[in-house]
């Protein structure tokens, strides 16, 4: 097997409480699309068409983000100090719906505003000529879910009909065209039912990414519960038992922005837009990192208050991806100083 077996995130990191406040975020992701052409289980938008359904309760529209919106938002992230490490280009709707996407990467290469320009998928979408096109723009990341090993889970999971034989061949050549850009395929362990479909995913894929993951299935959207106790949040992604923490590092280095401009503290799907720091249409982003919305929330979680927090109250998603180098807990005092 070709592929490291690894999790998506990088443990090399400096110590976050030696570093913060930050004059940037490390990390911006920006949502292309709210269209979404699977309805798993896990997601909203398996609830999508219900009217009482979980989906319909956001009151999202679903839509593709305008390219003078986006356009907007990079111009935005140049007035800060330092070159982003990343742009994600992510959110609730499969980033592969908006047909400007290579456009939208090849923009953001061109104005030389990141180090990273990475994509979340789940490739059913993925042509040859696509891949090449978002391979030609600049992508230097591109990480794919997968939904099953066959077409018959993936009906079960995404209530659609996919021919995962393509989904196959078409990964097939986007790693063999893939140039300078790195290739994640990743799993949930619900959807493998066994210790031979773990070896089939090893071996169907091993060799067609460079690196490879089978991830633990945890709430990442509140609305979705527990997913009918399929989803166990006593371990995080890379099912590491998870430590509570009163303070979530992820505010301190990341923002979301939305399709409509809302500007979020953290990733987390499905945010209720009451819990937006601003929006880029009337605001500096800049402004929106370095303001008072951002700050109180930040405050709050220092002062270990993050249970009296609404939408950070039953998050779980924030113990997704955390390593001790982002333990903060116990700066939270001295910490505090720095941003009174």
């Known amino acids: 097997m070709k592929a490291q077996i690894k999790p998506s995130y990088d443990t090399k990191r400096k110590l976050l409480a030696d570093i913060i406040p930050l004059s940037e975020p490390f990390t911006i992701f920006i949502e292309p699309t709210r269209y979404c052409n ?3 289980f896990y997601c909203l938008h398996s609830t999508r068409g219900e009217n009482d359904g979980e989906l319909a309760k956001t009151n999202y529209e679903l839509k593709n983000m305008d390219f003078l919106t986006y356009e907007n938002i990079l111009e935005n992230i140049k007035e800060f ?13 499969e980033p592969l719906m908006n047909p400007d996407l290579p456009k939208m990467i090849a923009k953001a290469k061109q104005l030389n505003i990141a180090e990273r320009l990475d994509i ?23 990480q794919v879910s997968l939904q099953g090993l066959n077409s018959e889970k993936y009906k079960e ?13 078409n990964l097939t050549y986007l790693y063999k065209n893939k140039g300078e850009c790195s290739i994640f395929i990743k799993i949930i362990d619900s959807l493998l039912e066994s210790k031979e479909d773990e070896e089939k995913f ?8 460079d690196e490879i993951f089978i991830e633990h299935l945890i709430t990442l959207q509140q609305q979705m519960g527990n997913h009918n106790g399929k989803a166990d949040n006593s371990r995080n992604l890379n099912n590491e038992k998870v430590v509570y923490r009163n303070v979530c590092p992820v505010i301190f280095y990341m923002l979301q922005i939305d399709v409509d401009g809302n500007v979020f503290p953290c990733p987390v799907g499905g945010l209720p837009e009451t819990f937006s720091m601003g929006n880029i249409k009337d605001e500096k982003l800049i402004q929106i990192w370095n303001g008072s919305k951002r700050k109180n929330l930040i405050k709050g979680h220092l002062m270990m ?4 927090i609404p939408v950070c109250s039953t998050c779980y998603a924030c113990a997704c991806v955390l390593d001790e180098n982002e333990y903060l807990d116990d700066k939270a005092v001295e910490l505090l100083n720095l941003f009174n």
Do not use: H, M, Q, W
């Not at 090893?202 to 990414?209: H, T």
């Not at 208050?305 to 009296?308: D, P």
């Open 202 to 209: 090893y071996n169907l894929f091993g060799n067609i990414c």
């Open 157 to 169: 999971v995404s209530n659609v009909d996919v021919d995962f034989e393509k989904i196959y061949e």
């Open 305 to 308: 208050n993050r249970k009296k």
């Open 81 to 93: 100090p330092v070159k982003l490490k990343r742009i994600v280009f992510s959110g609730l709707g």
């Open 38 to 40: 699977f309805k798993c």
């Open 120 to 142: 979340l998928t789940n490739a059913s979408l993925l042509t040859p000529e696509i891949s090449d096109a978002l391979i030609e723009a600049g992508t230097t990341r591109i």
